[in-house]
């Protein structure tokens, strides 16, 4: 098992990645509609119906390591503890039973993303990747986390001995991984499962050390950002653990998309939000027509030249732009200049914290998606604050600034699947 012991295979002055391949644990059974049944989205976009839903659809469905449900004892304290140990004991059962099987022996992994709706596919490798030292600039967070759900994923990693789920990072692009990648391809994918959203998940299983080593060795002249997985990846370096399962694809053509997160704030009624608001914003109450809100939102989002913030109750909708010196001076003058001008920032500490007076964790409901924050608007009697996404070289530049984006900034996609591939600790 790896540990917090010194490892030669990670160096802890790395600066640049250290990829390895790893022995992995998968489902027995690999057919597309079994591997449909019993995997899931990342443990972050699983709402509480969804969870029931995927824990319904199969007996072995991942779900029920990711986010173990344990009812509650007399001492809530332990209510974590006995999650974690339930989760545990269920993989520890499927190893047993032979549900899960591991790999006979280490590999790297291609992976491939294929949405339907035309959007360039993402590549990439999965791989055990050493977790660098404090201080280390091989990996890059650019979002704050929060400390009660690092310590849960801590909790289940120590557990579990097990990363049951990919972290994603977008690496520097170099130029001799292109065509290592696509030689890798060479055949019918290993495990192949199209999600409910449509997106094609392939990957190859890659042994041959001719294909392995330059990809190792072209990946050690890289370092990467954190695009998804940062409250895994701190719960990993506070573990201990010398490495981390992690989906490592290039910034730029062949990685990820960038798409925003937006904000829900419950108990505001939309005037009274608006009002607090013109006190550093110009106020703009948009014409809808006949479009639903939802529509003018997703437009208004995916158009370069647009602008500002949008409010809605979920029935009306309103711009707020050209933030005054009251917003401006909330953003603290010594961050970087990368950090200071994206509207997440401006959202974040110049509208919520100090025009409408919420606190950021515990007066925020964080929404995926548009139609999520517009229901949610009208649900709780609240507005939902509909933002634009970073670009992937603003997510960059942060990073590299050693600054961190608020929580929950962005939402990089697609996704890796989780349960199609485990890495346990003593691979």
Same mark, same amino acid.
């Given at each position: 098992?790896?540990?917090?012991?010194?490892?030669?295979?990670?160096?802890?002055?790395?600066?640049?990645? +250290?990829?390895?391949?790893?022995?992995?644990?998968?489902?027995?059974?690999?057919?597309?509609?079994?591997?449909?049944?019993?995997?899931?989205?990342?443990?972050?976009?699983?709402?509480? +119906?969804?969870?029931?839903?995927?824990?319904?659809?199969?007996?072995?469905?991942?779900?029920?390591?990711?986010?173990?449900?344990?009812?509650?004892?007399?001492?809530?304290?332990?209510?974590?503890?006995?999650?974690?140990? +339930?989760? *545990?004991? @269920?993989?520890?059962?499927?190893?047993? @039973?032979?549900?899960?099987?591991?790999?006979?022996?280490? $590999? %790297?992994?291609?992976? @491939? /993303?294929?949405?339907?709706?035309?959007?360039?596919?993402?590549?990439?490798?999965? $791989?055990?990747?050493?977790?660098?030292?404090?201080?280390?600039?091989?990996?890059?967070? =650019?979002?704050?986390?929060?400390?009660?759900?690092?310590?849960?994923?801590?909790?289940?990693?120590?557990?579990?001995?097990?990363?049951?789920?990919?972290?994603?990072? !977008?690496?520097?692009?170099?130029?001799? /991984?292109?065509?290592? @990648?696509? !030689?890798?391809?060479?055949?019918?994918?290993?495990?192949?499962?199209?999600?409910?959203?449509?997106?094609?998940?392939?990957?190859?299983?890659?042994?041959?050390?001719?294909?392995?080593?330059?990809?190792?060795?072209? /990946? $050690?002249?890289?370092?990467?950002?954190? *695009?998804?997985?940062?409250?895994?990846?701190?719960?990993?370096?506070?573990?201990?653990?010398?490495?981390?399962?992690?989906?490592?694809?290039?910034?730029?053509?062949?990685?990820?998309?960038?798409?925003?997160? =937006?904000? %829900?704030?419950?108990?505001?009624?939309?005037?009274?939000?608006?009002?607090?608001?013109?006190?550093?914003?110009?106020?703009?109450?948009?014409?809808?027509?006949?479009?639903?809100?939802?529509?003018?939102?997703?437009?208004?989002?995916?158009?370069?030249?647009?602008?500002?913030? %949008?409010?809605?109750?979920?029935?009306?909708?309103?711009?707020?732009?050209?933030?005054?010196?009251?917003?401006?001076?909330?953003?603290?003058?010594?961050?970087?200049?990368?950090?200071?001008?994206?509207?997440?920032?401006?959202? =974040?500490?110049? /509208?919520?914290?100090?025009?409408?007076?919420?606190?950021?964790?515990?007066?925020?409901?964080?929404?995926?998606?548009?139609?999520?924050?517009?229901?949610?608007?009208?649900?709780?009697?609240?507005?939902?604050?509909?933002?634009?996404?970073?670009?992937?070289?603003?997510?960059?530049?942060?990073?590299?600034?050693?600054?961190?984006?608020?929580?929950?900034?962005?939402?990089?996609?697609?996704?890796?699947?989780?349960?199609?591939?485990?890495?346990? =600790?003593?691979?």
């Amino acid at each position: 098992m790896l540990s917090s012991s010194a490892d030669p295979a990670y160096p802890a002055a790395a600066t640049g990645l +250290e990829v390895r391949p790893f022995r992995a644990l998968v489902y027995r059974r690999r057919d597309p509609g079994h591997l449909a049944r019993v995997s899931s989205p990342a443990y972050d976009l699983v709402t509480p +119906e969804g969870r029931d839903r995927l824990a319904a659809a199969d007996p072995h469905n991942i779900v029920r390591l990711i986010l173990p449900r344990v009812a509650s004892g007399p001492d809530g304290a332990d209510a974590l503890h006995r999650a974690v140990a +339930e989760a *545990a004991g @269920t993989l520890r059962d499927w190893e047993r @039973t032979g549900v899960l099987e591991r790999d006979a022996g280490p $590999a %790297l992994w291609v992976y @491939t /993303l294929r949405p339907s709706d035309g959007a360039p596919e993402t590549v990439g490798w999965l $791989a055990a990747v050493g977790v660098p030292a404090a201080g280390s600039r091989a990996v890059l967070p =650019h979002e704050d986390t929060f400390p009660g759900a690092v310590e849960g994923r801590r909790a289940l990693l120590a557990a579990t001995a097990t990363d049951l789920e990919p972290i994603v990072l !977008a690496h520097d692009p170099h130029p001799g /991984l292109p065509a290592l @990648t696509a !030689a890798a391809q060479d055949g019918a994918p290993t495990l192949e499962v199209t999600d409910a959203d449509g997106v094609r998940h392939a990957l190859w299983r890659v042994t041959d050390p001719v294909l392995t080593g330059p990809v190792t060795a072209a /990946l $050690a002249e890289t370092g990467a950002v954190i *695009a998804d997985g940062h409250h895994r990846f701190a719960a990993a370096r506070a573990h201990g653990a010398r490495a981390v399962l992690a989906l490592v694809t290039p910034m730029g053509p062949g990685g990820l998309q960038v798409q925003p997160i =937006h904000r %829900l704030v419950p108990d505001l009624v939309l005037d009274e939000a608006l009002a607090a608001a013109s006190a550093g914003f110009r106020v703009t109450e948009l014409p809808q027509g006949s479009e639903a809100v939802a529509e003018v939102v997703r437009r208004w989002i995916a158009d370069p030249l647009e602008s500002g913030l %949008l409010v809605s109750d979920g029935a009306r909708l309103v711009r707020l732009g050209s933030p005054t010196g009251k917003v401006l001076d909330a953003v603290p003058r010594e961050a970087p200049g990368a950090w200071r001008g994206l509207d997440v920032v401006l959202a =974040h500490h110049g /509208l919520v914290q100090r025009l409408w007076s919420r606190d950021s964790d515990d007066g925020v409901v964080i929404a995926h998606g548009v139609e999520e924050a517009l229901d949610g608007a009208r649900r709780r009697s609240g507005v939902a604050l509909l933002l634009r996404a970073p670009s992937p070289a603003d997510v960059a530049a942060v990073a590299r600034a050693n600054a961190r984006m608020p929580r929950k900034s962005t939402l990089f996609v697609p996704k890796p699947r989780t349960g199609l591939v485990l890495r346990p =600790h003593d691979d």
